[in-house]
């Protein structure tokens, strides 16, 4: 199975419209202004800002974008297989919270002396019973994953709560360490996680057949059921994926800050910011890993450059949702002009 | 009608019988909770405490839900209808802190809701982007900008000598022995249930949240009628935001975040209540009174403060899946 798919040639050809010029440009315009903009970005906070494109500095950035990046990318597989609506098709509520549940489980594992072997597979398991739980909901009960994820995530939210007594359980151990400490360069170690992350969901969700079947059950339903594709597989297998990821989010989140914190639902509304934000890298603007992991880079930068620049933090949120107006509209309206 | 229809015979008396609990699923879980928390605390079941459940649980979650309801119904919905609480709230408290009367604030205030709602719409309705989308954007954007005019998340008091009479009427006040807050919510509550029931406006964005292609075919301008329904969602939630400012008498940045997710969850599990499982009024206010009802009643409980979370979760959920079942089921047969 390749990912060049032929149409059969059908009767239908001649009443297609004939390709737009003026359109592609302004895809084309919309696609590279995105990574224009990232560059942009980049160099007028380096101006600024002298230390910015530093090699640690840029390894700091990704060091902090490995917990939300992490995150988003597992978000990113229940949109690419949930279908781009987001109110009905693939969204998921529960991963910040996954990610807070699941690194207590991390730092109460190492509390109570288990070791981190124990203590890893533990987390992973939670973060994919919570993506299961979210998989039955969805593809067995048919609850609108808004709903489902929404209900998850304050039952998981509650289950922190309960483990943690709303307060810092703190955990150190080798594993922990060596995960946040850097190399000789000056890169954290979470940097690499990152970056290794990315390229294992990459070649799997772009790279493989199991991918593409992916992208088809959420954009074309109807069509990967007529080709017989398990639908409720792959999408339980999406939500289960996501699940694992806020599972070692978790584990991420327990080394970054030397235990487990209170709060991880803060971490929602920016992640599903940026795995929307995601499309805009993309060829076709649908969601993809890399493009996920760019628009994560991009807010890292951006709260970086931000912070080197003394300008205050609150601003983030207005520019994370100023930049996801402006790339909605834009992307709305070429499609409009293209239809 | 599929071609998948069973003889009726087959129907059978159990399937029945399980079909109607799904159906007043909603109304027996009412039943249930309300006879549970009767049972299990002696405080429950007082007057006192009914009251508190109606006018410190239930009145603003109803109000922010109608809102919500209007969104969902006309097939979006509205993430900011947090931030439109909190612009009126800021609005109000502002004003009347810089001495203005009571009545001019609250007209700015409900004025920062619609404002708030009309840039939803515009977003919405004029360049077309997702209703999720762009109130997602709005919600963000809300954020930053009451930090920036509250120096970073400040509240805003009002001094406890410098009340206005109107004001501490608004918030605590009584008609004829009723809550003022409580009146004001079973106002907007039959006024919202009339425009759905009554009006062609609410016929119109029903039918755009059913089928949007259809309302656009006969002629109608679906996007002004959807503008209109954020720049009333807005509005709606503004009235909230008076309310909750009026009650505590200080504006606290974001705090109207809180009820977007019950908001959301009273109107789904609101549809539960419809037999083709859409947006309703009646369902909302019953969804509200379910959550406002759990709430109360696990604060009354001897249960850990931290599972009543898990609680109110676990509950919503089994509504949902006992809701959603059941649809699939019966658009299977």
Redesign the interface.
Known sequence: MSAEVEFAPSGFSAAEPPPRPAGNIAAAALRFGSLIAFAAILIIFSLTAPYFLSIGNIGNVLGQSAISGVLAIGLTIVLIAGGSNVVTGGIDLSLAANMGLSAAVYASLTQLGYGDATAIAATILTGALIGSVNAIAVVYAGIVPLLATLAVMNVVAGLELVLTGNTVLPASTPFLSALSASDPFGIPVLAYVLLGFTAITTAIVQYTPLGLRLYAVGEFPDAARAAGLPLRRLLAGAFVASGVSGGIAGILSVSYLSGSTTGAGEMLLPVVVTALLGSVFSRRLVPTITGTLLSALLVGFLVNGFQLLNISSTLVSGVQGVLILIVVSATTLLRRQEA | MSLQTPPLASIGLPRLIAGGLVRYGLILALVAVFAAFSVATPTFLTPANLQSILVNNFTLLAIVSVAMTFAVGSG??DLSVGTAMDFASFAFVSLVLAGQPVAVAALAGLAAGAFVGAFNAL?ISG????????T??????????Q??LTN??NPVYLPPNGVPEAFRFLGHGTIAGFPVPLAAAIVVIVAAAVVFARTRFGRVILSIGIQPGVVRYSGIAAPAHVAVTFILVGLIAAIAGLILTATVTTYIPSSGNAFL?NA??AT?IGTTLSPLGRPNVGGTVLGALLLSIVANGLLLTDL???????????L??AV??LS??N??TAGAA
């Open positions: 979006g919905i977003l360049i077309g982007v997702s209703p999720f989308l762009a997602l954007g709005t919600l963000f954007i809300g954020r930053s900008v930090q920036l970073g998340g997710l959301i969850g789904f850990n403060f931290y599972w009543q979370q898990v609680g109110t979760g676990t919503i959920f949902l899946a959603f079942i649809r699939k």
